[in-house]
């Protein structure tokens, strides 16, 4: 199932600094995105969404952004923290089907002191 | 901060064995959700439950599968006779509001299933 991909299996970054995280889909018919964080031995916990109805959701250091004719979202997080080491994971689902989530693939971010 | 807890975190079974995990959703939540990640690939959707009855499965989700909430507060995902392939991470979601929504699944940390 490809209809959610994550390219960068993994990124790396100086605390202090800006990651992003990128995203592809190929089903126009998502229509509510989401990024999930997700540490070893736990389950995905929800960051941040934004509908396709917005271009940009903010929520302190996290901003997402979506461009819907390029079919791409993606993640910024200002500033990196050594705490934000985790996989984070985008998902997509369709609100009317019941919100079921279509997930990339994760990319690994490492936030060097 | 209420969450979403499963038990066992790991269940280790004979192939052939029947299991069952266990989840607990968050109290007023209303749709709940089943994903597994086989060690390596993502994370995959099994099964969405709304209303006591089943709202859609994936075609992982085949009669070996069944999904119940027998009580107010327990959700539970039955593998009849486990395969060496069910081996994975098996995730519990939940969400509040109807079909229609906004509001993000929360998950719990899982339960590992290891089939011998």
């Known amino acids: 199932d490809q209809q959610v991909k994550q390219n960068s299996p993994s990124l790396s970054v100086q605390e202090g600094r800006i990651s992003i995280l990128n995203c592809d889909y190929t089903?126009?018919?998502?229509?509510?995105f989401l990024w999930y964080k997700k540490y070893p031995a736990e389950g995905p916990t929800f960051l941040i969404s934004?509908?396709?109805?917005?271009d940009k959701n903010e929520d302190g250091r996290f901003t997402v952004f979506l461009n819907k004719s390029a079919k791409h979202l993606s993640l910024h997080i200002v500033p990196s923290q050594p705490g934000d080491s985790a996989v984070y994971f985008c998902?997509?689902?369709?609100?009317?089907?019941?919100?079921?989530?279509?997930f990339g693939g994760g990319t690994r971010v490492l936030v060097k002191p | 901060e209420p969450e979403v807890t499963q038990t066992p975190s790991h269940q280790v079974t004979q192939m052939g064995q029947e299991v069952i995990l266990r989840c607990v959703p968050i109290?007023?939540?209303?749709?709940f959700y089943w994903y597994r990640q086989i060690l390596g690939q993502k994370v995959e959707f099994l099964v969405s439950?709304?209303?006591?009855?089943?709202?859609?499965k994936s075609e992982i989700f085949d009669d070996q599968f069944s999904v119940e909430r027998p009580d107010g507060s327990n959700f539970t995902l039955k593998i009849r006779s486990t395969k060496l392939e069910d081996s994975a991470m098996y995730f519990c979601?939940?969400?509040?509001?109807?079909?229609?929504?906004?509001?993000?699944?929360?998950f719990g940390d899982g339960t590992r299933l290891s089939i011998l």
């Open positions: 089903n126009s018919m998502f229509d509510y």
């Open positions: 109290s007023n939540h209303l749709y």
């Open positions: 979601a939940s969400r509040t509001s109807g079909p229609v929504s906004n509001q993000p699944q929360h």
């Open positions: 934004i509908s396709s109805i917005k």
């Open positions: 998902a997509a689902s369709i609100r009317a089907a019941g919100n079921k989530l279509t």
């Open positions: 439950f709304y209303n006591n009855e089943i709202s859609e």
